[in-house]
């Protein structure tokens, strides 16, 4: 099971920070992401990390202001996001996913304004 939170409204510029608290199994072999999907657009991944080696990826427009980073005792994935823009608006999921075993996590809202 996964829960989203942290979402929000916040000012271009601004910061915000989502968690995703991972239960009922070991995300010792999954890689955790964060997608969202904006009004009217289909979803794509922002970002996401493989807890094995720690090993991150980052869309092209989120590089150098967003950064994904786990508590692994608290089973708990963070994507902390920095100078938000309106294009950022959307809902945000997080998604676990190891082969063909993949869950998802409801959405947590976040709205830039400018």
């Known amino acids: 099971q996964l829960q989203a939170s942290g979402g929000g409204l916040v000012q271009a510029g601004g910061s915000l920070r989502l968690s995703c608290i991972i239960s009922?199994?070991?995300?010792?072999?999954?890689?955790i992401g964060w997608f969202r999907q904006a009004p009217g657009k289909g979803r794509e991944g922002v970002s996401c990390i493989r807890r094995s080696d720690n090993n991150t990826y980052y869309a092209n427009f989120v590089k150098g202001r967003f950064t994904i980073f786990s508590d692994n005792y608290r089973n708990t994935v963070f994507l902390q996001m920095n100078s938000l823009k309106p294009d950022d608006t959307a809902v945000y999921y997080c998604?676990?996913?190891?082969?063909?075993?993949?869950?998802w996590g409801q959405g947590t809202l976040v709205t830039v304004s400018s």
């Open positions: 009922g199994f070991s995300f010792d072999d999954y890689a």
């Open positions: 998604n676990a996913k190891r082969g063909l075993t993949e869950y």
